[in-house]
Nanobody
Framework: QVQLVESGGGLVQAGDSLRLSCAASGRFFSSYAMGWFRQAPGKGKEREFVAAINWSGGKTYYTDSVKGRFTVSRDNAKSTVYLQMNSLRPEDTAVYYC?????????????????????WGQGTQVTVSS
């Protein structure tokens, strides 16, 4: 079992930066690929893929809309994954979720679909005002 707790969300202005953290508990965190997803207001239950990182941190993958602005990283010694968000835009407003993929342990795969992740955090709200 892996439990995930996100933090670092808040209300910022367009152009500002935030760093989200996701602290994990469980024995196998360092083996799992990790991902960030977001759910924007008014879009129902659909969660949009944002970024993913493989178990070692050597492989990352981003959705096009955040490339060059967001950076995903991890510290396996601290069982934590991060999402550094720069140049934030109003359209980045959403609840951000981190997720752990136990389907791709010790792999270079950076999964981007919700069904590839078995564990989810509770989410943290990010609001970007214009």
């Amino acid at each position: 079992q892996v439990q995930l707790v996100e933090s670092g969300g808040g209300l910022v202005q367009a152009g500002d930066s935030l760093r989200l953290s996701c602290a994990a508990s469980g024995r196998f965190f360092s083996s799992y690929a990790m991902g960030w997803f977001r759910q924007a207001p008014g879009k129902g239950k659909e969660r949009e893929f944002v970024a993913a990182i493989n178990w070692s941190g050597g492989k990352t993958y981003y959705t096009d809309s955040v490339k060059g602005r967001f950076t995903v990283s991890r510290d396996n010694a601290k069982s934590t994954v991060y999402l550094q968000m720069n140049s934030l835009r109003p359209e980045d407003t959403a609840v951000y979720y981190c997720a752990a993929s136990n389907y791709y342990s010790d792999s270079d795969v950076t999964p981007s679909r919700t069904e590839e992740y078995g564990y989810w955090g509770q989410g943290t709200q990010v609001t970007v005002s214009s």
